[in-house]
């Protein structure tokens, strides 16, 4: 990684960061209404996974998909007007939290109902290789997802027909409430490649480098050879949903994960290692919150422009549109 990496990898944990902070401030303002699923905490997850990728590898996300939607490039403006409702949202306001569609950046969106992502990648790999085009589509899913059945059937028929596609486990450690040690029939998510024929590997998911790296290695393989498991072990910082009080967690639990928070982390590495002067950290922060916080800011002021009842049918049956 060079230093424009560096930069880049900062920058898109931080507004990751800014844009789920501003999220849960725009909630309990109630100004956004039904649910959302934060992801503080596993930034190093989704900027390291969309830096190693190339343009036009597909990625299929969890319902916990704002920063990966992010990191990705979609306009933050965009994703805060489509949980607004409005007619400027990714999916013209008719999606939500949970459903962030963003064609032009090679993101097929995600979707309420766990695991469903997978099988979509999956489709997606075939048509790459059908077509002999030389990109890679992600299957990401959670911990909780892992032992769904759609999962199984995707690795079990992306192995077969040596798809290129990485199935990325982002293993937070829960799924809603229930912890993976008391969920999983095998000690780590990757140990079930083997049943598939594909490698699997575990990776830091709160060091960015790491996480690029590892992804960088299972691409060079995927292209030539087929599927690859990669399992990133990470952390929500906060609940499942906004209403998740994290009863079922001991805070010298969150306290010990929040010593590891990647962004602290990173920036930690850039100055010990003379990547950027503290002062180019502040400014890249400062930048950061400003661009979040003016997306938000213009998000709400078109936020009354919304879709007519007749527009919204329209779109929902034109081909290609929703």
Known sequence: MDREIYIRALTMMLNSRFFEEKTEELFKAGLIHGTTHL????????AGLCLALEPEDWIVPTHRCHGF?????????????????SLHGLAKG?????????????????SAVVGSGVPLATGIAFYNKRIGREN????????????RGSVHESMNMASIWKLPVLFYCENNHYGMSAPSS????????????????????VVDGNDVCAV?????????????????????????????????????????EEQSWLAKDPIVLFEKKLTEEK????????????KCRDYI??????????????LTSQQALDLTFADGEV
């Open 293 to 306: 916080e003016k997306c938000a800011s213009d998000a709400l002021e078109k936020s009354g422009e919304r």
């Open 275 to 286: 990547l950027l002067t503290p002062q180019e950290i502040e400014d890249i922060e400062n």
């Open 182 to 201: 008391k969920m999983l029939s095998v000690a780590r998510v990757s140990d079930r490649a083997a049943a598939y024929s594909m490698p699997g590997a």
């Open 94 to 110: 008719l999606g939500g939290s949970m459903h962030m569609p963003d064609r032009c950046h090679c993101n097929l969106g995600s």
């Open 212 to 252: 690029y790296e590892a992804v960088r290695e299972a691409r060079k393989y995927i292209v030539s050879h087929g599927p690859f498991l990669l399992e990133v072990d990470t952390y929500r910082q906060k609940g499942h949903s906004k209403s998740d009080r994290r009863l079922y967690r001991t805070q010298e």
């Open 69 to 85: 939607t992010i990191c990705k490039g979609s306009d933050p403006f965009a994703m805060f007007s489509e949980m607004f409702g």
């Open 39 to 46: 992801a503080n905490g596993q930034e190093a997850s989704q």
């Open 136 to 147: 890679i589509s992600v299957a990401i899913f959670g911990d909780g997802a892992s032992s």
